[in-house]
């Protein structure tokens, strides 16, 4: 592989990857919702098949919110496969590593590298993007798995696409699924 391969010790970070991004129920589904869960479903079987640890990010919104604890979307999306022994970190800001118990677990893994995949591109990617390299680590983010909505002047695409840049342009190493999975 490349060198863009994370590490063999890289984990893989699936960051906010909850019902209500995919079931369109309060909000609308996330742009690519059914190829984003077909891609998160390939990697974190990548993760299981390399030895790599998976962890799940779970955003816990305010009361009233779609993401509020307990209510109908917040729970990690099931169709996903979150196996039992998968650590879930709950959070309530954009950056998964405002939870200590992350930046803890991946230490304890060895690693000093992650891999990211998730939603939402332009809020809780970006911002872990940036939370995990000021923690000192490597970031790879999966460039066609992760997504966001539309916003009132730009397209979900186009904003995947700038973030993308972005990701490139701050550090991280960038890779699709295809060339993590084979």
Do not use: Y
């Amino acid at each position: 592989m490349s060198d863009t391969a994370p590490s063999a010790t890289a984990p893989l970070i699936v960051i906010d990857l909850q019902t209500g991004m995919f079931d369109g129920r309060f909000e609308p589904p996330i742009h690519d919702a059914d190829a984003i869960a077909e891609r998160a479903r390939a990697l974190i079987g990548w993760a299981r098949r390399t030895g790599r640890k998976v962890a799940f990010i779970r955003h816990d919104g305010p009361e009233g919110d779609p993401l509020a604890p307990g209510a109908p979307g917040w729970w990690v999306w099931q169709q996903l496969g979150q196996a039992a022994d998968e650590p879930t970190f709950g959070k309530s800001v954009r950056n998964a590593f405002s939870n200590a118990a992350l930046a803890d677990w991946v230490a304890g893994q060895g690693a000093r590298d992650v891999v990211l995949i998730g939603a939402q591109t332009d809020f809780c990617i970006a911002a872990t993007v940036e939370g995990a390299i000021a923690e000192g680590l490597g970031v790879t983010v999966v460039s066609d798995a992760h997504s966001t909505v539309d916003s009132q002047d730009e397209r979900a695409p186009e904003i995947v696409a700038r973030h993308n840049e972005a990701f490139a342009g701050q550090g991280a190493r960038m890779v699709t699924t295809e060339e993590l999975v084979g």
